[in-house]
């Protein structure tokens, strides 16, 4: 596959601001858990969440009030710490040649929230504004098309918790076709009421903070995030690979994933292959380890079939809840500076923070703990993203070759 290039990411989630501060928290685990206890979502319920809880950047006086979400609020907060690099490709190519992708699941839907409230409570439908364009998957794409006056392709994907890295997927397709030169893509959602009840209507919200792949494991934690990257088909100053990706489509259920693990195995050797690599080539796995009964079962099964069981491996949920459409772009992000010396100049690799308790019907996947470490040689990692409805997708990033 022909290279393209991944910058510095910018990240925002519960684990704070920066890659700097998120890969300290992997490495080293804060003693109180980042995730926000919050009675206010689930009725009757108080469970935790990866809440982001700080102020957000405003934004800024040019945006039409159209884009204004929580939604891209917080993704606009994320990009400041990528503007240096956007700043640099749009002088190098011009907005002409620069898209934007971003992936999201709810985008700013919630904004319609006081509408729908006024109809339950008997008002008419035009009592209240309608929030369209925040009710549309490609806002967020579009409000970075806003405001950076991009010239280019804007557009969102939504596939679930896979659209984060489907959006980095499709920003190097649009590259390797000549369409751009460099591409704005990540993910982004927000603590939403409709997807937090959904996933509780599905009786997968844990009682307390996700144990993924463990015997006690009870469900997941819902959180919120926005990662972003600036992706280019040369290799920009402080940029790695996108060695390669895959993808695949089971179908097996709307909600459940396929038991045997079989779509997402094809999703790991469909990346190994655009990558031209073998499995053993693969030094660490950031899993989408959700801690559901279903997810960490099939998961495992695909691991071990495709690498064996002796790579490291790390769910990194546990510290910022399951961030939904935003989790692949996120994921990818902390992928990112885990490889990267410059970040990571001793080859810590994340701890897995569980109670340690095997789950003795899954393969015994290599787990990492804290004395867990790359290996010698060249750092290449995968970060594997499963969704509803079957859709799956692993993203490889690593070193240049030598």
């Known amino acids: 596959m022909k290279q393209v290039y991944l910058s ?32 206010d979502l689930v009725a009757g319920k108080t469970r935790l969440f990866g809440a982001v809880n700080r102020e957000l950047r405003p934004f800024p006086a040019h945006l039409p009030a159209a884009h204004h979400s929580r939604n891209n609020r917080l993704l606009w907060d994320a ?21 934007a992708v971003i992936g999201t699941s709810v985008g700013g839907a919630d904004e319609n929230i006081p509408l729908f409230q006024h109809v339950a409570r008997g008002g008419t439908w035009d009592g209240m504004p309608f929030r369209q364009q925040a009710q549309l998957m490609s806002d967020a794409a579009e409000c970075v098309g806003a405001a ?34 460099a591409v704005v893509c990540g993910g982004v959602d927000t603590l939403s009421p409709l997807t937090v009840n959904g996933f509780h209507a599905l009786e997968v919200l844990s009682a307390g903070i996700a144990k993924p792949f463990s015997a006690h494991r009870d469900g997941i934690n819902i959180g919120e995030a926005a990662a972003a990257f600036v992706m280019s088909r040369e290799p920009l100053p402080d940029t790695l690979p996108l060695l390669g990706y ?5 179908a097996y259920h709307m909600s459940s994933p396929r038991p045997d693990g079989l779509g997402a195995a094809a999703a790991f050797q469909a990346a190994l292959d655009k990558a031209g690599l073998t499995a053993a080539d693969i ?77 003795a019907a899954l393969p015994e996947i290599a787990l990492t703990d804290a004395h867990s470490r790359w290996r010698g040689g060249r750092r290449i990692g ?6 509803f409805g079957g859709s799956n997708c692993v993203i490889i990033i690593g070193e240049h070759d030598a």
């Open 8 to 39: 510095r990411p910018a990240l925002v989630s519960a684990l704070g601001t920066g890659l700097a501060a998120h890969l300290h928290a992997l490495f080293h685990p804060p003693a109180a858990t980042p995730l926000t206890a919050r009675d």
């Open 79 to 99: 990009l400041a710490q990528l503007e240096p690099q956007l700043e640099a490709a749009l002088a190098r190519y011009g907005r002409g040649r620069v898209a």
């Open 148 to 181: 950076y006056g991009l010239q280019n392709l804007c557009y969102g994907v939504s596939t679930a918790c896979t659209s984060g890295a489907r959006a980095l997927i499709s920003a190097a397709r649009l590259l390797k076709l000549g369409v751009c030169d």
């Open 246 to 250: 895959g993808g695949s489509s089971d």
């Open 283 to 359: 030094g660490w796995i950031n899993l989408h380890g959700t801690g559901t009964a279903h997810n960490d079962a099939m998961e495992s099964r695909a691991v071990a079939e495709v690498f064996g069981c002796a790579t490291p491996a790390t769910s990194t949920k546990p510290l910022t809840g399951h961030t939904l459409g935003a989790a692949g772009a996120l994921e990818a992000a902390l992928l990112w500076g885990v490889v990267s010396r410059r970040d990571n100049p001793q080859g810590v690799l994340p701890p897995q923070l569980w109670d340690s308790v095997r789950d």
């Open 382 to 387: 995968a970060s594997a993203s499963f969704a």
